[in-house]
Nanobody, 124 residues
Framework: QVRLVESGGGLVQAGGSLRLSCAAFGRSGRDYGMGWFRQAPGKERTFVAA????????IYEDSVKGRFTVVRDNAKNTMYLQMNSLKPEDTAVYYC?????????????????WGQGTQVTVSS
């Protein structure tokens, strides 16, 4: 079992930055890949970024490439999402997730463990 707790969301103006954190409790962070997803009002939860257990593989959704950076610190069992040049369309609840396996994946069904989410609102 893995319990995930996100933090760092908030309200920011367009062009601003936020850093989200995801603390994992339970199994060692070296046992699974991790990812970030987001869900805007009235829309499905979609992939944002993922990182393998060793950080050797990192993947991003096209619209956040060059603006968002995902890193993890296995010693602290924590994953981070640095979000720069934020746009109003980035507004959503952001969820972190722990994968079934070690690899980075964009497939939502490969993530059995989810945090409670943190709200990110970008004003224009």
């Amino acid at each position: 079992q893995v319990r995930l707790v996100e933090s760092g969301g908030g309200l920011v103006q367009a062009g601003g930055s936020l850093r989200l954190s995801c603390a994992a409790f339970g199994r060692s962070g070296r046992d699974y890949g991790m990812g970030w997803f987001r869900q805007a009002p009235g829309k499905e939860r979609t992939f944002v970024a993922a990182i393998s257990w060793s950080s050797s593989t990192i993947i991003y959704e096209d619209s956040v490439k060059g603006r968002f950076t995902v890193v993890r610190d296995n010693a602290k069992n924590t994953m981070y999402l640095q979000m720069n040049s934020l746009k109003p369309e980035d507004t959503a609840v952001y969820y972190c997730a722990a994968a079934r396996g070690l690899l980075a994946t964009r497939l939502r069904d490969e993530y059995p463990y989810w945090g409670q989410g943190t709200q990110v609102t970008v004003s224009s």
